[in-house]
């Protein structure tokens, strides 16, 4: 049996003014994609599905960039082209995965995975058996169900179990090709757009849907469950969450456990709301604790979701309350060059941050001592994207009274011990640590903290999601309309 692997995957924040453009891809060819195996990856757990059972891997293209705005249209169609064009250089196949994101818009494409789909059709046929694994913050589309034939997404957030996901994905894609089970997905979509500070799967009411997803799965109710939070910053008609279960051939079961599911949600919906704390509240209390670390969560600058990772109030606040063993990352090439020039033990006066746009606070005037200067590279200790490469680019530490602040070139997926230790600080050694990040910094971070608060920053992250002026989200839709309906 030989399946061919690939994929295109973004999270793309639609009011975000960073365009996605081609340099920020990170793209593998051909047998490049196998140095993702053994990690907690989608293309891991595809490769590592595929030499589990013995089929044949025959490795396509794939491209990934780090969540920010809309994907113009030519950087969109210079790499679908060559997934579409490696897919078809390496066919006759018996199946593909394709590892997508759920959550990708484009210019032009709004369902951008539906577009991806639908092209790779045109070149394989309508028969293909095609498996599609999908991020746990998918936007899933009527289209895309209709375009694939297996649908596997992350069932965790923070995300670790990925590769296990693609690993799914491929036993039930060889089950699909040995005849064995005949797919059939439901999708119910009630109009529920919750923000990603809420989906935790671990707590409720993420927790008791995962738990009766897996009952269905292991009672053989389902082949496949799929409890999707959504991408609420994506402006586009499938935005929220979305129910998918995959039934052996039949329609009215999947319809009705789909239903049961959003259901259970509806139900709870007031548990979608979410309300922090003041940055100089959250700054008092981290000061004032009595065990370390206490992670401060910059919400509103969510990395992970699609925010520059350049915000300064939580920076300004540990100052102006003089914060100390504190440890901040922001995203500022120009401070970063600034401390290299400087140089190592040197004092330096820097204007840092808040420089993407107008959302993120105002750059902050600081005069601090170059602690350390890096390539900003590193591999990420996981759990989630356990064994995956990072790299923040050249990379400074300045030590401005009591507070480390990273300077990285390129915005940094945050949460992971190694990404401070990668700079010489160790995370546990400090009192307070910064996160720009919502629920993704906890796998790393909970086994070694004291304590978590949740900041209400502003920016693109922000849990109010009245702020966004949305134009093509279906309406009303809870929690931004009180009145949302659903039979
Ligand atoms: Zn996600």
């Given at each position: 049996?030989?399946f061919?692997?690939?994929?295109?995957?973004?999270?793309?924040?639609?009011?975000?003014?960073?365009?996605?453009?081609?340099?920020?891809?990170?793209?593998?060819?051909?047998?490049?994609?196998?140095?993702?195996?053994?990690?907690?990856?989608?293309?891991?757990?595809?490769?590592?599905?595929?030499?589990?059972?013995?089929?044949?891997?025959?490795?396509?293209?794939?491209?990934?960039?780090?969540?920010?705005?809309?994907?113009?249209?030519?950087?969109?169609?210079?790499?679908?082209?060559?997934?579409?064009?490696?897919?078809?250089?390496?066919?006759?196949?018996?199946g593909?995965v394709?590892?997508?994101?759920?959550?990708?818009?484009?210019?032009?494409?709004?369902?951008?995975?539906?577009?991806?789909?639908?092209?790779?059709?045109?070149?394989?046929?309508?028969?293909?058996p095609i498996a599609?694994?999908?991020?746990?913050?998918?936007?899933?589309?009527?289209?895309?169900?209709?375009?694939?034939t297996i649908?596997?997404?992350?069932?965790?957030?923070?995300?670790?179990?990925?590769?296990?996901?693609?690993?799914?994905a491929v036993g039930l894609l060889e089950q699909v090709v040995?005849?064995?089970?005949?797919?059939?997905?439901?999708?119910?979509?009630?109009?529920?757009?919750?923000?990603?500070?809420?989906?935790?799967?671990?707590?409720?009411?993420?927790?008791?849907?995962?738990?009766?997803?897996?009952?269905?799965?292991?009672?053989?109710?389902?082949?496949?469950?799929?409890?999707?939070?959504?991408?609420?910053?994506?402006?586009?008609?499938?935005?929220?969450?979305?129910?998918?279960?995959?039934?052996?051939?039949?329609?009215?079961?999947?319809?009705?456990?789909?239903?049961?599911?959003?259901?259970?949600?509806?139900?709870?919906?007031?548990?979608?709301?979410?309300?922090?704390?003041?940055?100089?509240?959250?700054?008092?209390?981290?000061?004032?604790?009595?065990?370390?670390?206490?992670?401060?969560?910059?919400?509103?600058?969510?990395?992970?979701?699609?925010?520059?990772?350049?915000?300064?109030?939580?920076?300004?606040?540990?100052?102006?309350?003089?914060?100390?063993?504190?440890?901040?990352?922001?995203?500022?090439?120009?401070?970063?060059?600034?401390?290299?020039?400087?140089?190592?033990?040197?004092?330096?006066?820097?204007?840092?941050?808040?420089?993407?746009?107008?959302?993120?606070?105002?750059?902050?005037?600081?005069?601090?001592?170059?602690?350390?200067?890096?390539?900003?590279?590193?591999?990420?200790?996981?759990?989630?994207?356990?064994?995956?490469?990072?790299?923040?680019?050249?990379?400074?530490?300045?030590?401005?009274?009591?507070?480390?602040?990273?300077?990285?070139?390129?915005?940094?997926?945050?949460?992971?011990?190694?990404?401070?230790?990668?700079?010489?600080?160790?995370?546990?050694?400090?009192?307070?640590?910064?996160?720009?990040?919502?629920?993704?910094?906890?796998?790393?971070?909970?086994?070694?903290?004291?304590?978590?608060?949740?900041?209400?920053?502003?920016?693109?992250?922000?849990?109010?999601?009245?702020?966004?002026?949305?134009?093509?989200?279906?309406?009303?839709?809870?929690?931004?309309?009180?009145?949302?309906?659903?039979?």
């Open positions: 049996m030989r061919i692997i690939g994929g295109l995957m973004h999270e793309t924040h639609t009011f975000s003014s960073e365009i996605t453009s081609l340099d920020r891809f990170d793209i593998s060819r051909g047998a490049e994609l196998l140095q993702y195996a053994g990690s907690n990856h989608s293309l891991g757990g595809a490769i590592d599905g595929c030499r589990e059972r013995t089929i044949d891997i025959l490795p396509a293209f794939f491209a990934i960039a780090t969540p920010a705005g809309t994907i113009p249209a030519t950087t969109f169609t210079t790499l679908l082209e060559e997934l579409v064009g490696s897919i078809g250089a390496l066919l006759p196949a018996d593909i394709l590892a997508l994101h759920g959550a990708m818009v484009a210019e032009g494409a709004p369902d951008a995975e539906a577009a991806i789909l639908e092209r790779v059709r045109k070149v394989v046929g309508l028969t293909m599609v694994t999908l991020d746990f913050h998918a936007n899933i589309s009527q289209r895309m169900v209709d375009l694939a649908i596997t997404t992350y069932d965790t957030y923070p995300h670790v179990d990925i590769a296990e996901r693609a690993r799914e040995r005849q064995e089970i005949a797919p059939v997905m439901a999708l119910v979509k009630p109009p529920l757009i919750p923000v990603p500070q809420v989906q935790q799967t671990s707590i409720e009411p993420f927790c008791s849907l995962m738990a009766r997803a897996h009952d269905m799965e292991a009672k053989n109710e389902a082949l496949t469950v799929t409890v999707a939070g959504g991408f609420a910053y994506s402006d586009v008609p499938d935005a929220g969450v979305s129910f998918l279960v995959t039934t052996d051939g039949n329609r009215e079961i999947a319809e009705a456990l789909a239903t049961e599911l959003a259901a259970m949600l509806w139900e709870r919906q007031e548990m979608l709301i979410a309300a922090n704390p003041s940055v100089a509240e959250a700054v008092t209390d981290a000061i004032a604790a009595e065990e370390w670390p206490v992670v401060l969560v910059d919400v509103g600058d969510n990395v992970g979701g699609g925010t520059p990772g350049d915000a300064t109030e939580i920076l300004a606040e540990l100052l102006r309350q003089r914060a100390v063993d504190a440890t901040i990352v922001i995203a500022d090439p120009e401070s970063v060059q600034q401390a290299i020039l400087a140089g190592v033990r040197n004092e330096v006066r820097l204007r840092v941050g808040g420089k993407v746009d107008q959302l993120h606070g105002d750059p902050v005037e600081l005069t601090g001592t170059v602690v350390a200067i890096t390539d900003g590279r590193w591999i990420h200790a996981g759990p989630e994207n356990a064994g995956v490469p990072a790299d923040m680019g050249p990379t400074a530490v300045v030590r401005s009274e009591g507070v480390n602040i990273v300077l990285t070139s390129v915005k940094s997926m945050p949460g992971d011990l190694n990404q401070l230790r990668s700079v010489g600080i160790d995370p546990a050694s400090q009192r307070i640590l910064v996160v720009k990040a919502s629920v993704r910094w906890r796998g790393g971070y909970e086994p070694i903290m004291a304590r978590g608060i949740l900041v209400d920053t502003s920016g693109l992250g922000s849990v109010d999601l009245s702020r966004f002026a949305y134009r093509s989200i279906r309406r009303p839709i809870f929690p931004i309309d009180e009145r949302a309906e659903w039979p």
